[in-house]
């Protein structure tokens, strides 16, 4: 438990920012980053940066941005560094990607140039239709686990940075569910130096993160840090951990709609939900055992948010149906198409279709600068385990043991700004409002 109005520590130095992946999530985020620190943009859908946060009462005028009320490190101080399985710098990688447009990366060259992909810890057993040649070897993954942990402070010391955090940007790896070598430390660590199926490359990575005490935020549905091996590992090293997938399109969608539903008590009776995508993340989920941790993240949501157990009139038994299908012309740009077939007075039939044509990376951008700069203030202000505070940017997020995730929206944005304020010593805002009328 984090007391109220916390001593947090200044964001002092480089903070280093550590991508597991330079695909077109990092290589966006990336260049937004240098493009915004030169004029050349603006950092819009960040929180962190645009956000602002109201204090006391409605009646006192006080909003100030997020960033001039916590302590965030600065943008000027952030340090790249990256890990590819292809051997592309950064500039290569944005060229490729095809999310921004070539004039903006051109401006951007000299600094995109100088980050150079370190070899990733990778096997196709966990993304089968990826290849590539920049891969680590090792004896085993515990052996592939040092070795990170000795690149990574390597980096540490060579850009002088006092802080790291690390995102996992890569790839969706195949489906997988708890096992044993994932129920302790001890079990886990064994399981690497065996060689275990059930240790995936997101985990080495996330394990050699939480052993050299640095944050850890998965962006992908892997099962990853949400084991309790990782768990207590994040607790031993007083680490934040936080995941799992960057809500970004159709479920970003869902978490807007579905609580407006509920809210008006209008009944479900299906949700045909839809995508194209022909980005690097849509080549992977082209396979059927990647596409199930995708299916089990997205499909959750509707579950959560509607409570059918609660409202079994409303909500018991609605058919939900998810489809991601590769389509390479579309690239970045995904479309995703939503049929809602719901139901009003006297159980009279509606329907609601959305065609949302999103840019993927474009929304997953500002989603990864948040949770660099949350996690940073999170460890800075003693902060540990896993961080449901940070749930608004993912689309399962992680809690404690035995706790169903909050999915609404409005309803993470409400925790997340309330930690704010609890950190800053402030009154918690309840939006009951009867002080304004006795």
Known sequence: ????????????????????????????????????????????????QMGTIRLGKRTEGRVPRIKDFVPLAELDDLVFGTWDIFPDDAYEAALKA???????????????????????????????KLSGPNVKTGVNKYE?????????????????????????????????????????????????????????????????????????????????????????????RGVPIAGKDFKTGQTLMKTIIAPGLKARLLGLRG????NILG????EV??????????????????????????????????THVVRINYYPPRGDNKEGWDNIDIFGWLGYPMQIKINFLCRDSILAAPIVLDLVLFLDLAQRCGMRGIQEWLSF????????????????LFIQ???????????????LITHLGLEYYD
């Not at 944005?413 to 009154?427: A, D, Q, S, W, Y």
């Open 285 to 318: 989920l082209d396979d059927p055992e990647s596409f199930k941790t995708k299916e089990e993240s997205k499909l959750s949501v509707l579950e959560y948010i509607l409570q059918p157990q609660v409202y079994p009139q409303l909500y018991q038994d609605f």
């Open 98 to 128: 095809g999310v921004l447009e070539r004039e903006l990366i051109e401006k951007l060259k000299g600094p995109l140039k100088k980050i150079k992909p370190m070899k990733a810890v990778f096997d196709r057993q966990y993304v089968k």
């Open 144 to 236: 592939l686990a040092q070795q990170l942990m000795e690149e990574i402070s390597e980096f540490k010391a060579k850009n002088g940075c006092t802080r790291l955090v690390m995102i996992w940007c890569a790839s969706t790896e195949v489906y997988m569910k708890p096992e044993t070598a994932h129920q302790s430390l001890a079990a886990f660590e064994q399981a690497m130096k065996d060689n275990s199926p059930s240790i995936s490359p997101s985990m080495i990575y996330a394990y050699a993160a939480l052993q050299l005490g640095i944050p850890f935020a998965n962006g992908a549905p892997n099962l990853t840090v949400d084991i309790p091996a990782l768990i207590e590992l994040a607790h031993e």
């Open 1 to 48: 438990m984090i007391e109220k109005g916390v001593r947090i520590k200044e964001p002092k130095g480089k903070l280093g920012v550590l991508l597991v992946g330079q695909g077109a999530v990092s290589t966006t985020f990336i260049a937004g980053v240098e493009a915004i620190r030169r004029g050349l943009g603006q950092p819009i859908g960040s929180l962190t």
């Open 271 to 274: 949700w045909y939900s839809t």
């Open 393 to 408: 940017y993912f689309k399962s997020p992680m809690t404690a043991p035995g706790l169903y995730p909050e999915h609404d």
């Open 279 to 282: 980005n690097r993340d849509g």
């Open 413 to 427: 944005l409400m925790k997340l700004k309330n930690t704010l304020r609890h950190l800053r010593g402030e009154e």
